[in-house]
């Protein structure tokens, strides 16, 4: 396949990124891929597996002469990385981002994109619990989401950025930038920190019954530990610059909490088996729209 871009600039070299390297590479879709990590550690990593043509050890230096750049660092930086590159963007090229939030990041990063530069966030719905660049795999993209927030931008570039995902693997949809905040604080947000909060709960009760907890957890919690060992830096910025959002999906959480609470305590079982059947239907859809794959699982085999 013909790249679709000459030069990419990956700012940021964990999951997403060094997976888009991959994915890249294997698809022929960057003439050259261009790396940058604000630890030096990454950068040495990064360096010595290959993961990139060059890692440069500033992020202007990466964005320099691009095509593409994209921002691939916890929401809460990606307003100073777009301040620090901005003098360096070449006219025409894209800024992207793979922020899980967008709104904030539409504000922090809009404002620093000079005339003539387009920027186009996105946000591909995959991932694993691990992080860093050796954690990147070609296939983490296929057959997922990544969703296209426009605001406004160039319909050419948007239209690019959108073929490059799925070149990619990816399936697309675009969507507004506050529906795509909501949506997520249901699919992913709020999960996330019901599991961070039910692992957390664990970690007490561990401490009275004698490691029990841990040492007979069924699949259900495995699956909470997994999501719950994600990233720290990368969750916290997402609760912090998603709050509005995540708060309004955990008051209805809530809500229904205590219902079933009620139903529980009254032993209202039609009212429970009701709600166990709409939930089961979720599930139903959700297979059926090819999304239940285990991502990873793709990891493990790559790395063994």
């Keep these: 396949m013909k790249p679709i871009y000459d030069r990419v600039a990956l700012i940021g070299l964990g999951l997403i990124a060094s997976s888009m390297a991959h994915a890249m590479r294997r698809h022929g879709l960057a003439g050259e891929i261009v790396g940058h990590a604000r630890s030096t550690e990454t950068r040495d990593v990064a360096r010595e597996i290959g993961l990139c043509d060059r ?19 916890p929401v809460g930086a990606m307003g100073a990385v777009a301040e620090e590159i901005a003098p360096v963007l070449k006219p025409g090229a894209t800024v992207s981002d793979v922020g899980s939030v967008k709104r904030d990041v539409i504000q922090a990063v809009g ?27 070609a296939e983490l993209f296929e057959n997922r989401y990544c969703l296209i927030v426009p605001d406004g931008a160039d319909r050419d570039a948007v239209d690019r950025v959108e073929t490059l995902w799925r ?20 699919t992913s947000h709020a999960p996330h920190l019901i599991a961070y909060t039910m692992v957390g709960v664990a970690d007490d009760l561990r401490r009275v019954t004698d490691s029990e ?19 720290p830096t990368m969750w916290r910025d997402v609760f912090l610059h998603n709050r509005k959002a995540t708060l309004e999906i955990l008051g209805r959480f809530t809500e229904e909490l205590f219902a079933l609470q009620r139903a529980i305590r009254t032993g209202d079982g ?24 285990d991502a990873p699982d793709f990891g493990r085999v790559k790395k063994s």
């Design 167 to 186: 070149a990619m693997g990816a399936k697309t949809d675009e969507m507004d930038a506050d529906h795509h905040d909501l949506v997520v604080a249901v």
């Design 55 to 73: 890692v440069c050890d500033s992020a202007a230096e990466a964005a320099r002469d691009a095509d593409l750049v994209v921002l691939c660092v």
């Design 270 to 293: 039609d009212l429970l088996f009701d709600y166990f059947t709409r939930t089961r239907a979720i599930r139903r859809g959700i297979i059926e729209a090819g999304q239940d794959t």
């Design 111 to 137: 404002p620093h994109i000079p005339e003539g530069v387009h920027f186009v966030p996105t946000h591909p719905l995959a991932g694993t619990e691990h992080s860093g660049p050796r954690a990147g795999f």
């Design 213 to 231: 907890v841990i040492k007979y957890s069924a699949a259900g919690f495995r699956d909470f530990t997994r999501i719950a060992a994600s990233d």
